[in-house]
């Protein structure tokens, strides 16, 4: 079988050579210890930090994480281990018929923080529908991204001055959005040097299907945009793994559009923040765009409806725990002497009570006035609409104290 | 078809009154509202150094530059879904989708985002842009290039549909559609674009009628023609027709598509008591299934006959060389007319 690290050999094949047609099917090894073929990382992989709390270091990168002292190092601990905390309140309240559905992130702290925390306040995210630990990241509370999933609201937080644009449920569709919102940067005239701003738009495995990531990739090209194409590969859209996808590692499609593609321990909060910021740097400075392969395990379901037992090897889930995103930072601080008992105990007790205050305003938050329906379906006043709303509050005004 | 048609009128050059057609109208129209906002763009395929495939941009690109006319991808939901990001950002995106044909693909951006983020955001963010779309057929074009999908985008809550008749509607439609802070798709009738008997004194300091109303035309007793776009043309000749036969027709170009103007249609039928509504679209679920909805709620007790209407067949188009059976047509809508008159 080819090299499928070198792509001239695809298009300048040796005499004999055939294309690795059959290179997306993983060998049963492959499958128990849950690393696909497409899903290798190898020597592609960066990682600054391994599973087991090792510093490793990198010519390319240690500059870019040069600031993170071990009181940095401890932010993102906490960081990581308060979105987790939130994340299984949160699937708890589902469970407990206090929210309609929850999009868990669990496995995926370090590539959501680490990348989040690389941004500056003049950047925009643009995130898909999992990405609670970026907006964490960007200010937004989780409070406000709960109305989604308690279904009062569909996300009504500050996007400008968050940075943090709407979720986007319709899989692809912010890839387009948030390279035009990127152009629209360069032609604003704010990209080209170290205080240039930069977009960054979340998606997963699945969605490198869609025309609108392809689609995404060619505008971005084309104008270079300033954007960076995060990819959190969690290894399955819903029931589908990666191969069902991509027959090559996704951060190689990058090559195609020819821009950079990189692949990235999303378990690696340091990996992460560190070529997150590698990627942005060269976005502000009108190199972009940049694709990031954030290479991490969905722990949980997709979604509160799914159940993964069906088309999943618990073997595999138990592969992936060992390299948890947050153990390995608690591995390194506690080794190196960046932190004791006690700040792992504040951190806990922190994140307790960070749940219990969620816990405490989804369960008075309110449901919406129904006259709601009608509201800024459009930004002009519209008469027709009016008139709609004016028809059914007067039904529903016909019941007795008002209520249906 | 001409590309490009030289006024017939003289006027003076010093007057802010020039004789246009559709096309030229629409042109100029985009030229004033890119000179008014730097933010506005446009952006689409071969809109730039070519001008459009109907030279609708023409002169844009060489006048303001590469970055505000933008020779996009060839892929329309990229052209739709970038232009969401563009406005989000504060820009006034103007897309031009090459034929009505071509849409779909961008039908998902349009359905999913450009439709949903103001109400998603609850306001808080604002999708100011402009979808151009030529539409309808008689051009004797292959498949895909003279379809009348308006009814479409009439459905979903969120957008806006207009279409002008005429090369006044056409100056100030795309203006106003532009300086929106609402999405619009202009329909635009492409078998007019460079009719020059349909060329118009535009007065460029004049006071624009508003964007969501609907304009007598023609007033008449006998009975109520509505139609939109192309066939407000075909309209117009209808009613001269039978005036000839002694039956006043009063005609309505109903202009907005979405949210349609209604008011003046059923205060003519209170008084004709009759009405054909005319378009080339499929008459299933489309807009003048709306119209007559509409009218029998509204002016039920008015009615001297059921509500008539001349439309293309629920078929895909067909080869156009079966275009004049498919499409409206005088003696189709003079058929209507005698009817409803003998109902």
């Known amino acids: ?82 979105v987790r905390r939130a994340d299984r309140e949160a699937n708890a309240m589902q469970r407990q018929g206090q929210l309609g559905i929850w999009v ?190 954030a290479f991490t395990y969905r722990m949980d379901a997709h979604t509160t409806t799914d159940d993964p037992t069906r088309y999943r090897l618990s073997d595999e889930v138990e592969t992936w725990k060992l390299k948890d995103p947050i153990e390995r930072v608690r591995v390194y601080l506690t080794r190196n002497g960046g932190a004791d008992a006690s700040f792992f105990e504040q951190v806990e007790a922190e994140a307790d009570e960070f749940a219990a205050d969620l816990r405490e305003f989804v369960f008075t938050m309110e449901d919406p006035p129904p006259e709601r329906i009608f509201d800024n379906v459009y930004a002009e006043p519209s008469a027709a609409l009016d008139k709609q709303r004016e028809e059914f509050l007067a039904y529903l005004g016909g019941f007795e104290g008002g209520v249906h | 078809m001409s590309a490009t048609t030289q ?51 023409d002169g844009l690109q060489k006048d303001f530059g590469e970055q505000r006319v933008l020779d996009t991808p060839l892929a329309e939901s990229g052209i739709i879904g970038t232009a969401v990001g563009l406005a989000v950002r504060g820009f006034r995106p103007v897309c031009e989708i090459q034929f009505e044909g071509f849409i779909f693909p961008g039908f998902d951006q349009i359905n999913s985002q450009v439709a949903k983020l103001h109400a998603r955001t609850q306001g808080r963010i604002k999708v100011p842009m402009v979808i151009r779309v030529p539409y309808g057929g008689g051009i004797g074009a292959v498949e895909h290039h003279s379809e009348s999908p308006e009814s479409y985008f009439a459905h979903l809550a969120g957008v806006k549909a207009v279409t002008p008749s005429n090369p006044v509607d056409a100056y ?97 039928v209170r008084k004709t008591g009759r009405l054909i509504a005319v378009s080339e679209a499929p008459s299933e679920a489309s807009l003048t299934s709306e119209i007559a909805a509409r009218v029998q709620q509204e002016c039920f007790y008015s009615l001297e006959a059921p509500v008539l209407r001349v439309t293309a067949f629920d078929t895909p188009y067909p080869p156009s060389k079966l275009e004049e059976h498919y499409l409206p047509d005088l003696d189709r809508v003079l058929d209507a007319v005698d009817r409803s008159l003998e109902w």
């Open chain 1, 104 to 293: 868990p992130l669990l496995g995926q702290e370090a590539a959501q923080i680490g990348s989040g925390r690389a941004l500056r306040p003049n950047d925009m995210a643009f995130p898909s529908y999992r990405e609670h630990g970026v907006g964490y990241a960007r200010g937004v509370s989780f409070k406000e991204m709960l109305g989604l999933f308690r279904c009062t609201s569909m996300g009504e937080w500050d996007y400008q001055a968050h940075g943090f644009h709407p979720y986007t449920i319709v899989i692809g569709n912010q890839v387009l959005n948030a390279t035009g919102y990127a152009m629209g940067q360069k032609f604003d005239g704010k990209v080209g040097d170290d205080d240039g701003e930069a977009t960054i738009v979340y998606f997963g495995d699945g969605a490198t299907s869609q025309g609108d990531v392809h689609e995404g990739f060619v505008w971005a090209a084309v104008y270079d945009a300033p954007v960076v194409f995060f990819c959190q590969n969690n290894q399955w859209a819903i029931s589908e793994p990666t191969e069902r996808q991509s027959r090559l590692p996704l951060y190689q499609r990058a090559r195609g559009y020819g821009f950079p593609g990189i692949r990235v321990d999303g378990n690696d909060v340091l990996g992460c923040l560190a070529v997150t910021r590698w990627a942005l740097e060269a976005c502000r400075h009108g190199n972009g765009p940049v694709l990031i392969e």
């Open chain 2, 7 to 57: 006024p017939n009128v003289d006027v003076p050059a010093s007057s802010t009154v020039q004789n246009l057609t559709i096309g030229k109208a629409i042109n100029l129209g985009l030229r004033a509202a890119m000179e008014k906002d730097s933010k506005v763009v446009v952006m689409g395929e071969d809109v730039g150094k070519l001008g459009g495939v109907f030279r609708i941009t």
């Open chain 2, 172 to 268: 100030w439609m795309i203006q106003q559609a532009i300086f929106s802070d609402d999405p619009i798709l202009v329909f635009e009738p492409k078998k007019l674009y460079h009719m020059g008997t349909l060329k118009a004194p535009v007065d460029t300091a004049a006071e624009p009628m508003p964007l969501f109303a609907s304009k007598v035309l023609r007033t008449g007793t006998a009975a109520t023609l509505v139609g939109y776009g192309p066939t407000v043309k075909l309209c117009l000749e209808v009613a001269e027709a039978a005036a000839e036969e002694g039956n006043e027709l009063e005609v309505i170009d109903l202009r907005a598509l979405s949210p349609m103007d209604l008011d003046p249609v059923f205060e003519s």
């Open chain 1, 1 to 82: 079988m080819s090299d499928m690290s070198s792509a001239e050999q695809w298009t300048h094949p040796e005499e004999g050579d055939l294309p690795p047609a059959t290179a997306a099917k993983p060998t049963k090894d492959q499958v128990i210890a849950g690393l696909r073929a497409t899903s290798e990382g190898g020597a592609d992989l960066t990682q600054l930090l391994t599973p087991e709390g090792e510093r490793v270091p990198s010519q390319i990168f240690d500059p870019y994480v040069a600031d993170i002292d071990f009181e940095a190092l401890r932010g993102l601990y906490k960081d990581m281990v308060i």
